[in-house]
């Protein structure tokens, strides 16, 4: 039996790309699946594609910027399967933009899904793994969560606090035996540019993003942490391609 077997993993922005590629990935590995995110067509194509290869997964809509379809989101997945092994915080979104544009509204969105969804993700999941003395929480952040760009700055805020507060989470509960890992993929072919609205910017980025690996690439290096032995915190890594030079 494989580390993976049987583990029930919550994934959150499970509709696409890196979620929807890393739960395929699980899945095949024999863990059960909670996959969650707003489009619930995507996640129920998903759910089916999963079972149609023998393996299983159930879906939950959720907005990872409510801390109450978050509780309820752990709450299903503790009714369904029992327990909660690994959370992965993936969901996220990139609005790049210039300060000087002040695109309120997008800051206020990447501040809400990709730190207070993270956040909410980690309430939510720690109270069960804390009494079972287990668990492994995965937090996706990025390449610029370790560097800043011009146009990246409150996106970078975003993934820098990620990794800060993977970090404590890391040193808080080492003791109850969860471990904590923190991915920073590089330029990945997903959707993820789609949200940038400033058309020169998007342009600029659909350059850069010719280089992008495939979401693969990250599943497999998300299954590989969780595959460790217990006793074993793969607690960071950065995915890049090999050409990419930030
Ligand atoms: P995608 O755009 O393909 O996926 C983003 C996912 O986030 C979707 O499933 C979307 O689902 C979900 N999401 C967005 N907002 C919410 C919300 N409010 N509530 C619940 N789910 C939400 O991009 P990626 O797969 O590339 O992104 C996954 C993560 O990887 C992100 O955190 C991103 O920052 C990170 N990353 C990606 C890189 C890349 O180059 N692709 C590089 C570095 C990091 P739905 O709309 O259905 O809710």
């Not at 919550?10 to 590995?29: F, H, N, P, R, V």
């Not at 079972?51 to 109450?68: C, F, L, P, R």
């Not at 009494?131 to 700055?153: L, P, Q, T």
């Amino acid at each position: 039996m494989s580390n993976t077997q049987d583990k029930v993993v919550i994934i959150t922005g499970a509709s696409s790309g890196i979620g929807e590629t890393t739960a395929k990935e699980l899945a095949s590995k024999g863990a059960k699946l909670v996959l969650a995110a707003r489009r619930e067509d995507r996640l129920k194509k998903l759910q089916e594609e999963i079972q149609n290869n023998g393996g299983e997964a159930i879906y939950k809509v959720t907005d990872v910027t409510s801390h109450e379809q978050m509780e309820e989101l752990a709450e299903y997945a503790l009714k369904e399967f029992g327990k909660i092994d690994v959370m992965v915080n993936n969901a996220g979104l990139m609005p790049l933009s210039p300060l000087h544009e002040k695109k309120i509204n997008e800051w206020d969105t990447m501040i809400d899904v990709n730190i207070k969804g993270v956040l909410y993700g980690i309430g939510a999941v720690l109270p069960s793994m804390r009494e079972r003395k287990e668990g492994h929480i995965i937090n996706v952040s990025s390449v610029a969560g370790h560097e800043v760009m011009s146009a990246s700055a409150v996106y970078s805020g975003t993934k820098f606090a990620v990794r800060a507060i993977s970090e404590g989470l890391r040193k808080e509960e080492l003791g109850n035996n969860i471990r904590t890992t923190i991915i920073s993929p590089g330029v990945v072919a997903t959707d993820l540019p789609e949200t940038i609205s400033g058309s020169e910017l998007k342009s600029a980025i659909d350059d850069f993003y010719k280089i992008a690996i495939e979401p693969n690439s990250i599943a497999r290096a998300i299954a590989f942490a969780i595959e460790q032995p217990s006793d074993v915190g793969i607690n960071e890594m950065i995915i890049r391609p090999t050409q990419q030079e930030l």
